[in-house]
């Protein structure tokens, strides 16, 4: 009598919920706290999911969300959209949007939801599909109150409970409740509830209450480490028809092996000929390695393509092989199949990729991750390789992969690991000049810069783009000096060291200031910080440096005959917890002068009370790369 016992759950929860909901009140937009409406975008006025599991491979779950949106900032938070696939059954779905009086002035019945395949721009091909509400405002304030009822066949992807999930979005009343009758184990992760207001009814059961706004803030870390959050998953699960066991990383890790990997990584006999005959000779395993890795970016190219199980299982490695192109899953496993025909030892790794630091959580084993890459051990230390790039050096990894905790798929499990740290020494941009200034305040000059590490990322590219972008580039990049023109560029990038080089030559006029018989002009002419972090009467969030980096900067400035230095700065030499800052102006033989300059950022944690701090230090490092020199004719 399962499906009758289902049905009288439903009934029931939705005439509970529907009992709280219906107090006008709730519809009404003056009738909102006004704690609750200072900077917020949209409140969540109700919302409860109700989440019964029916059997390792089946779950309902049961939602009414009603969301107070005040402006066009606010649409996404009223979160009425629901994907699905093959093993998904959409029970009920509909909407009612009401006017700020509370007036319901529209209703969407389930064929009224746009229905679309759910491709990212970055995909060729999806599997899963989405059904959300196609609704534009002619208004402000509105009510949304969205309702639905699931059925899962795939656990794998747990439904969390996030009560808030963005800045500027109040929560006035949110719940969430598991029932799981039939005792199917699972395992449950509390965190940051300590700072919210959540009471915990029973086990699996949380109500969340008048929840203030939560403002963004200038170096914040990243928003999902910062609010509340309960983390749930079976721990025995199924996959789209493919069971899954999840007590620890370690069987997680072997069933991913078992069940997603093997079998995908033959490759044609051909193909591994080629590879052996090209490392024939070498016994190094990385030099091999990096053999295999370029004749993999030389033969393919990166398209998203979100299918098999989950959009985990990745493409047959002999498809790639015909192919030529696959996504980050499919790239990462067919370069494994290669480096297997030539003796070297790699693993599967998940992790979440981006320019912000994400971690998996290594105490909580759990479907996680966005990007897959390669890790070829090597020794004590771990190189990771992006797939999926046509371009990056072998083993380089910052910006996008760098300093987080990422899961190694092993035949006997999975193990967390650390990925590479890039240290201030080991980004580093060094900028030398040789400038030329004239007596009527023009200068020309030819600059060179060298960057590794981090500081390689934010250039890498740039040699790819033309001429005309690359002028505009530099045009933007030194925004700070006008009438600016780039006479020649030559670009070096070289994979081998993981350099960066620049080479440019400039000029521009009128950049010295003429007054009377003097000549006025800021010494550091190519690499000023300009930006000051925002002041906050009172800062609610810690803050966080995410990685640190080194810059050094040598100017050569060759004085016009006839002018000697009147005044100029002493220098500084400034230290704190989040960094150093030094420069020093020195005359040189043959009326020359050279100006030196170190910045090194460190990365790091910090309370909000030391906020004020660093925003003196970057107050300080920006007043005093404008210092000036006088010169004066003599």
């Given at each position: ?195 919210f207001n959540i009471e915990e009814i029973s086990e699996h059961h949380f109500v969340a209450k008048n929840i203030k706004a ?20 079976l721990k025995k699960f199924d996959m789209m028809g493919v069971d899954g066991v999840n007590n620890n990383w370690i069987d ?40 295999v890795y370029q004749y993999m970016q030389n033969k393919t190219r990166y398209i998203s393509i979100q299918v098999g199980i ?325």
């Open positions: 009598m399962p499906c009758i016992k289902h049905f009288l759950l439903a009934v029931s929860l939705f005439f509970t919920i529907a009992g709280f909901s219906q107090s006008e009140e709730l519809y009404k937009s003056n009738s909102i706290p006004i704690e609750l409406k200072t900077k917020a975008n949209a409140v969540v006025r109700y919302d409860k999911k109700t989440i019964n599991i029916i059997d390792f491979n089946e779950l309902s779950v049961i939602t009414k969300r009603i969301v107070t949106v005040f402006n066009k900032y606010g649409d996404k938070h009223r979160d009425a959209v629901q994907f699905y696939d093959e093993f998904t059954d959409i029970k009920n779905i509909e909407a009612q949007i009401y006017d700020k009086f509370g007036k319901e002035i529209k209703r969407f019945k389930e064929r009224d939801f746009k229905d679309a395949s759910a491709v990212s721009d970055f995909s060729i091909y999806e599997d899963d599909r989405v059904k959300y509400l196609d609704y534009i405002p002619l208004n402000y304030p509105y009510t949304v109150e969205y309702t639905s009822e699931v059925i899962y066949k795939n656990t794998a992807f747990f439904r969390n409970w996030y009560p808030v999930d963005g800045h500027y979005l109040s929560v006035q009343y949110s719940e969430y409740e598991i029932l799981n009758d039939n005792n199917i184990p699972l395992k449950v992760k509390k965190e940051n509830f300590e700072d939560l403002n963004y803030e200038v170096y914040t870390p990243e928003l999902q480490s910062l609010l509340p959050k309960y983390k749930v998953a997680f890790g072997k069933w991913m092996y078992d069940r997603l990997l093997v079998g995908t990584d033959d490759i044609p006999e051909s193909t591994i000929n080629e590879v052996r005959t090209l490392t024939a000779g070498i016994e190094d395993k990385i030099e091999r390695a990096k053999l989950g959009g985990w299982k990745p493409m047959l490695a002999s498809n790639v092989d015909k192919l030529g192109y696959a996504d980050c899953k499919g790239l990462t496993n067919y370069t494994k199949a290669l480096l297997d025909a030539v003796d070297v030892s790699s693993y599967y790794t998940v992790v979440y990729g981006g320019k912000s630091i994400r971690n998996l959580d290594k105490e909580f084993s759990n479907i996680e991750g966005n990007h897959v890459i390669l890790c070829v051990p090597n020794e004590d230390e771990n190189i990771f390789l992006e797939c999926t790039s046509q371009t990056n050096p072998f083993g380089f990894t910052a910006g996008f992969t760098d300093d987080r905790d990422v899961l190694l798929v092993k035949p006997d499990g999975g193990e967390i690991v650390h990925t590479k740290i890039y240290y201030a020494d080991d980004s580093v941009q060094k900028t030398t000049a040789f400038i030329n200034l004239d007596s009527d305040g023009n200068f020309s000059a030819e600059v060179n810069i060298n960057s590794t590490g981090f500081q390689y990322s934010l250039h890498q590219g740039l040699e790819n783009k033309n001429q005309r972008d690359q002028d505009l580039y530099y045009k933007e990049y030194w925004g700070n000096i006008n009438n600016l023109d780039i006479n020649e560029i030559n670009i070096e990038n070289d994979k081998e060291k993981i350099i960066f080089k620049e080479s440019i030559k400039l000029s521009a006029t009128n950049y010295a200031t003429k007054t009377g018989e003097r000549l006025i002009f800021q010494p550091n002419f190519f690499n000023k910080v300009t930006y000051i972090p925002p002041r906050y009467s009172d800062r609610k969030l810690n803050f966080e440096i995410d990685r640190s980096f080194k810059d050094t900067d040598e100017f050569i400035i060759q004085l016009p005959e006839g002018i000697k230095v009147e005044a100029m700065s002493e220098g500084l030499n400034m230290e704190t917890k989040f960094g150093t800052y030094r420069f020093n102006i020195e005359e040189l033989e043959e009326n020359k002068i050279k100006y030196s300059r170190t910045y090194i950022l460190n990365k790091g944690s910090y309370s909000k009370e030391d906020y004020n701090a660093f925003r003196d230090f970057r107050k300080e490092i920006v007043k005093n790369d404008k210092a000036k020199i006088v010169l004066l004719k003599s």
